[in-house]
C-alpha cells in the first residue's frame, strides 16, 4: 500500500500565499515524478505543476511565475508554494506520484494520488 498525504490547504485572501505539502509513505520502493493537480467545481481536472527525480519541472501558463514546485527525496514529499493567489486558483488540489511499489508479482509502476485539498481564495 501507498498513502500521500496532503495538507496546507485553506481559505486565503487574494494576494495572499499558500504552502501545500505531500508525503508519501508505505510500501513504495522509488519515485519518479511528482505533481499538483487541481480541479474547480464543474471543470476538468488539470496539471498545476510537475517534477522529475532530477528537480525538472513544468507548470501551467496560468501559475507560471506565481506558483513552486519542489521536493525533499529523502522524505519522499512534495511541495507547491503558492503566491499572489487568485479567485480562479480556487480548486480541490490532488498530490500525485508516479513510483513502483514492490509487491508479490515483482516492482510495478502506477500513479498514486492524494485525497485532496480544498484551497479557495476570496476576492
Known amino acids: 500500500q501507498v498513502q500521500l498525504v496532503e495538507s496546507g490547504g485553506g481559505l486565503v485572501q487574494a494576494g495572499g500565499s499558500l504552502r501545500l505539502s505531500c508525503a508519501a509513505s508505505?510500501?513504495?520502493?522509488?519515485?519518479?515524478?511528482m505533481g499538483w493537480y487541481r480541479q474547480a467545481p464543474g471543470k476538468q481536472r488539470e496539471l498545476v505543476a510537475r517534477?522529475?527525480?532530477?528537480?525538472?519541472?513544468n507548470y501551467a501558463d496560468s501559475v507560471k511565475g506565481r506558483f513552486t514546485i519542489s521536493r525533499d527525496n529523502a522524505k519522499n514529499t512534495v511541495y507547491l508554494q503558492m503566491n499572489s493567489l487568485q479567485s480562479e486558483d480556487t480548486a480541490v488540489y490532488y498530490c500525485?506520484?508516479?513510483?513502483?511499489?514492490?509487491?508479490?508479482?515483482?516492482?510495478?509502476?502506477?500513479?498514486?494520488w492524494g485525497q485532496g485539498t480544498q484551497v479557495t481564495v476570496s476576492s
Open positions: 500525485n506520484v508516479n513510483g513502483v511499489r514492490l509487491t508479490s508479482r515483482g516492482f510495478e509502476r502506477n500513479d498514486y
Open positions: 508505505g510500501s513504495i520502493f522509488s519515485i519518479s515524478a
Open positions: 517534477i522529475t527525480s532530477v528537480g525538472s519541472t
